[in-house]
DNA sequence: CCTTCTCTAGGTACAGCGTACGTAGAAGCG
DNA sequence: CGCTTCTACGTACGCTGTACCTAGAGAAGG
């Protein structure tokens, strides 16, 4: 997440007036996005691996050990390369996660055309997203983290905005709804993950709370926390609020 | 964001029978929550900073060169302090981000007591929240990244609480819907962040949309490319989904 | 065929990160 | 006054992303 002012890449040449010959000859302007950039030219020798072996190196790693673990170096062991050859793949870490989301956006299953009844199939959506992501525990902070749209992502588009048709919403108007629809499913799953993620932290939250509750200076807090239930199935929970959110997608404007 | 397994911690004695005085007698268990260890415990001199400070000049940076450009290093520096006396504030990082978080929530205008209207007093916090997040623009990713309850956030969700007590909803459903409104407007504020990021990369991204429409794999994206107007005024958008946001909170179950 | 040129593989090196650890001295308590 | 406990901070370690360079593999052009 480079703020505001990335380096403005190469630019290269050691004086003015050098001949072309040395180094690189500076190829004038890759493009930022990865999925512009052709995974070969056809020239030099074969690669030794594949943009798919790569992400799936990182998504082992990933799933395994956990997002803080998929450094370059450890990628690159796992594909028994040395560490800078990954670098002629993945011109930055950034789009070895762009890879790393598209290939677990992959693992949709969409059926070839919208089912006619636009609640089951966006359910449908959502529960297999919820699986992926709950595959994939460091998923959501990357989704929530950096909007990319490889191709598996636009497949995704492309059958959300199918499944949408029939709202008579327009296309942006479904877009925003997209938007909408991950992101409380990306939430949720993230939640999910940092609740299960320590008990002693929970312990400690519980406290906490109790604690400011205890204070009074919080009463509608303490009133919450005092008639909360059991806590509820997770799976109930996020039943319930998608619902109210496919609800939201589809209200007439 | 450590993934699962925190190497617990210090336990730092050399040998086993070594007697206790030499270095630091290791607190058996001090909290993990920063908001569960005193800020003070009235011993040894008076501290030359304080974690409001702290807070102000990690903010500082970060509002100006972005969150990744805040370190521990470059917070100390900003204080006039060594890089390691910060530890005496924040024992580890996540606790500064922390501190950073609550400080900025501090910055909500709360009134009193809810108005009585509920959508209005929604829509208020909603414009309130969005404010903040443009303000500091590293925000979203913040918010979106870890869940924080500092005593600022306290307040919040005691006025969020109050604010929709209404509803007739419980405690616990409306904590859900706090979940989701508050995701709801981070999850715009991060968008509209990465959008404003780069002229090139939209421009990127506008040409890889349409070579993927005008490939003909994803005729619901074209369609929804080629009848899409200018794009829209970002505060209509917020509006527009922030109204199905509230509808959807406020809807019988 | 050979030459040429482009591509790949990978090592070395650097700046910067979070933070463990140890030392020196100040301030409150008995 | 001492004892204890705190604060301040320098040094050092292992790790990160990646700029840069050197070899050599192998397709394209003559």
Redesign the interface.
């Known amino acids: 997440?480079?703020?505001?002012k990335p380096p403005t890449g190469s630019e290269s040449h050691k004086s003015p007036d050098a001949p072309q010959q040395p180094g690189r000859p500076t190829p004038p302007e890759a493009?930022?996005?990865i999925?512009?950039r052709p995974e070969r030219t056809g020239r030099g020798p074969r690669p030794a691996h594949s943009r798919d072996s790569i992400a799936a190196a990182a998504i082992g790693i990933a799933d395994a050990?956990?997002?803080?673990?998929v450094s370059m170096r450890r990628v690159a062991a796992a594909l028994g390369a040395g560490t800078m050859s990954l670098y002629n793949y993945v011109p930055k870490k950034e789009h070895l996660l762009d890879l790393m989301l598209d290939a677990v956006t992959g693992e949709y299953r969409l059926p070839p055309a919208p089912s006619g009844d636009v609640r089951a199939d966006l359910a449908d959506l959502a529960h297999q997203q919820l699986g992926i992501c709950r595959r994939h525990?460091?998923l959501p902070?990357l989704l929530?983290?950096?909007?990319s749209?490889g191709p598996n992502a636009?497949?995704y588009?492309?059958?959300f905005?199918?499944v949408t048709?029939p709202t008579g919403l327009?296309?942006?108007a479904?877009?925003?709804a997209m938007?909408?629809f991950n992101?409380?499913i990306t939430?949720f799953a993230?939640?999910e993950q940092?609740a299960a993620?320590?008990a002693?932290?929970q312990a400690?939250?519980v406290?906490?709370?109790g604690q400011?509750a205890a204070s009074g200076?919080?009463?509608?807090?303490a009133?919450?926390?005092a008639?909360?239930?059991p806590p509820?199935d997770p799976d109930k929970?996020f039943d319930?609020?998608l619902d109210?959110?496919i609800?939201?997608?589809l209200?007439p404007?």
């Open positions: 997440m480079p703020s505001s493009p930022e996005l999925w512009l050990e956990g997002l803080d673990a525990p460091w902070a929530l983290a950096r909007p749209l636009l497949r588009t492309d059958h905005l199918a048709a327009g296309g942006g479904r877009m925003e938007a909408l992101g409380f939430q993230q939640y940092t993620a320590g002693k932290w400690e939250l406290g906490y709370l400011a200076d919080f009463p509608h807090l009133q919450a926390f008639t909360a239930g509820a929970a319930r609020t109210r959110v609800s939201a997608i209200a404007t």
